[in-house]
């Protein structure tokens, strides 16, 4: 099992960057497909990106194709979502989550351990 915690999230101008990180805790993170939801207010949790535990294949929403990129420091137990060219559709809590599992899900009811989330604001 692994504890997540979510940082960097805050708020910028539309057209902005940021990069949120997810420290894990615990000796499996590497055995972990992690992924990245986000929730906006009064809207259901939904899926923005995911990676793989060998960092071989990673999945987007196409909502943030070519504009957010995840990766991965298996050394560092850390996930990151770099945020380019931010809209205010973005604002939402973004949560990371983990997977023991070999494969990338896309669903956060196949994700078992979830981090606290971190909110961003994006403001035009």
């Known amino acids: 099992q692994v504890q997540l915690v979510e940082s960097g999230g805050g708020m910028v101008q539309a057209g902005g960057s940021l990069r949120l990180s997810c420290a894990a805790s615990g000796r499996t993170f590497s055995s972990n497909a992690m992924g990245w939801f986000r929730q906006a207010p009064g809207k259901e949790r939904v899926f923005v990106a995911a990676i793989s535990r060998n960092l071989i294949t990673k999945v987007y929403a196409d909502s943030v194709k070519g504009r957010f990129t995840i990766s991965r420091d298996n050394a560092k137990n850390t996930v990151y979502l770099q945020m380019n060219s931010l809209k205010p559709e973005d604002t939402a809590v973004y949560y990371c989550?983990?997977?023991?599992?070999?494969?990338?899900?896309?669903?956060?009811?196949?994700?078992?351990?979830w981090g606290q989330g971190t909110q961003v604001t994006v403001f035009s």
């Open positions: 989550a983990a997977d023991n599992s070999y494969y990338v899900p896309r669903t956060d009811y196949e994700y078992d351990t």
